[in-house]
């Protein structure tokens, strides 16, 4: 059965897996990623919803993502909650004068509106921008905007390492950030966790699998990566002693963590999206297990950050 947290001081009730959905938008992951079908997409995401999965992540740069999510009929029912991603464009490093800064942001909400087919987006995260980006104030004025007209409900970020959330945080703009923590990327702990508890701002989790390369998909991972590969051989080692497989594991260790509202899956097979929901079924883990996995932190941003892995 599915268990639910409330997201921080938005009061937003989510499921503590969610659902995200980049893979039924483009071809995204390890390997070759056939993109489904209209209509198996649609499938997948009604069957979500009955599994009990009511936080669904998205981006206005994931393809036909958006677009599937609306027709699918999900966010008819209140209880679903979408955050969608804009203006990629920050963590690029573009910079824009306001006037044009807030058109590409309004128009880019505007686009994930219509898309979705609702009044208002439930969660608005911006993508990667940095710490000046967010202490410059201007997009500050743009999402209160945004807020005021009645588009957006709640803000948030999604962040790369560990100076931007904190950022975020300390503004108090934010209600969300969504960061990465898996067992070899374990950076958030420390700082940004506890950060965002004391604030009120609530936590969403990618990257649970590390792209892939936490599951049979690590044989596809580019050369240079030898550092994230042993760190995955004692992972592995370590699920072999506990009767479980690597995926299952690296699941079940961040749902351990209570500072996580939700963690995100990110596939586009609905048996993926059962055996994470058989993860969370089967509890904490055991003590000793997580002071072993916490001791396999890799923590390098080249080996577990996937925007910095090497080219195919």
Same mark, same amino acid.
């Given at each position: 059965?599915?268990?639910?947290?409330?997201?921080?001081?938005?009061?937003?009730?989510?499921?503590?897996?969610?659902?995200?959905?980049?893979?039924?938008?483009?071809?995204?992951?390890?390997?070759?990623?056939?993109?489904?079908?209209?209509? #198996?997409?649609?499938?997948? %995401? $009604?069957?979500?919803?009955?599994? +009990?999965?009511?936080? /669904?992540?998205?981006? *206005?740069?994931? !393809?036909?993502?958006?677009?599937?999510?609306?027709?699918?009929?999900?966010?008819?029912?209140?209880?679903?909650?979408?955050?969608?991603?804009?203006?990629?464009?920050?963590?690029?490093?573009?910079?824009?004068?306001?006037?044009?800064?807030?058109?590409?942001?309004?128009?880019?909400?505007?686009?994930?509106?219509?898309?979705?087919?609702?009044?208002?987006?439930?969660?608005?995260?911006?993508?990667?921008?940095?710490?000046?980006?967010?202490?410059?104030? #201007?997009?500050?004025?743009? %999402? $209160?905007?945004?807020?005021?007209? +009645?588009?957006?409900? /709640?803000?948030?970020? *999604?962040?790369? !390492?560990?100076?931007?959330?904190?950022?975020?945080?300390?503004?108090?703009?934010?209600?969300?950030?969504?960061?990465?923590?898996?067992?070899?990327?374990?950076?958030?702990?420390?700082?940004?966790?506890?950060?965002?508890?004391?604030?009120?701002?609530?936590?969403?989790?990618?990257?649970?699998?590390?792209?892939?390369?936490?599951?049979?998909?690590?044989?596809?991972?580019?050369?240079?990566?030898?550092?994230?590969?042993?760190?995955?051989?004692?992972? #592995?080692?370590?699920?072999?002693?506990?009767?479980?497989?690597?995926?299952?594991?690296?699941?079940?260790?961040?749902?351990?963590?209570?500072?996580?509202?939700?963690?995100?899956?990110?596939?586009?097979?609905?048996?993926?999206?059962?055996?994470?929901?058989?993860?969370?079924?089967?509890?904490?883990?055991?003590?000793?297990?997580?002071?072993?996995?916490?001791?396999?932190?890799?923590?390098?941003?080249?080996?577990?950050?996937?925007?910095?892995?090497?080219?195919?």
């Amino acid at each position: 059965m599915m268990t639910y947290s409330t997201l921080g001081r938005t009061g937003l009730k989510v499921s503590r897996i969610g659902l995200g959905t980049a893979e039924i938008g483009f071809s995204y992951g390890l390997g070759e990623r056939p993109l489904p079908s209209e209509a #198996e997409a649609i499938d997948l %995401l $009604k069957q979500s919803v009955d599994l +009990g999965i009511t936080l /669904f992540d998205t981006a *206005s740069y994931y !393809g036909v993502a958006e677009e599937r999510i609306g027709k699918s009929g999900i966010l008819k029912d209140p209880n679903i909650i979408v955050e969608t991603k804009c203006a990629q464009f920050l963590e690029k490093g573009e910079t824009y004068p306001l006037p044009e800064l807030t058109q590409k942001i309004t128009a880019q909400v505007n686009e994930s509106l219509a898309k979705l087919q609702v009044d208002a987006l439930p969660i608005l995260m911006l993508h990667g921008p940095s710490v000046k980006d967010i202490e410059r104030g #201007e997009l500050t004025g743009i %999402l $209160k905007g945004l807020k005021q007209s +009645g588009k957006i409900r /709640f803000t948030g970020v *999604s962040t790369r !390492g560990e100076e931007s959330p904190l950022a975020a945080i300390n503004s108090s703009l934010f209600d969300v950030i969504q960061v990465a923590y898996n067992v070899p990327d374990q950076r958030m702990d420390p700082c940004v966790f506890p950060a965002a508890q004391k604030a009120g701002v609530g936590i969403i989790n990618r990257s649970v699998l590390l792209k892939g390369s936490l599951t049979t998909l690590r044989t596809k991972l580019p050369a240079g990566l030898e550092g994230l590969q042993r760190t995955i051989d004692e992972i #592995e080692a370590i699920a072999r002693e506990i009767g479980a497989d690597l995926p299952t594991l690296a699941i079940r260790f961040a749902l351990n963590n209570p500072s996580i509202s939700s963690s995100l899956i990110g596939s586009n097979k609905i048996g993926n999206i059962k055996k994470a929901i058989s993860a969370l079924e089967a509890g904490p883990l055991p003590i000793d297990i997580v002071r072993q996995l916490e001791h396999l932190a890799l923590n390098i941003p080249d080996q577990v950050d996937p925007a910095r892995w090497p080219k195919i």
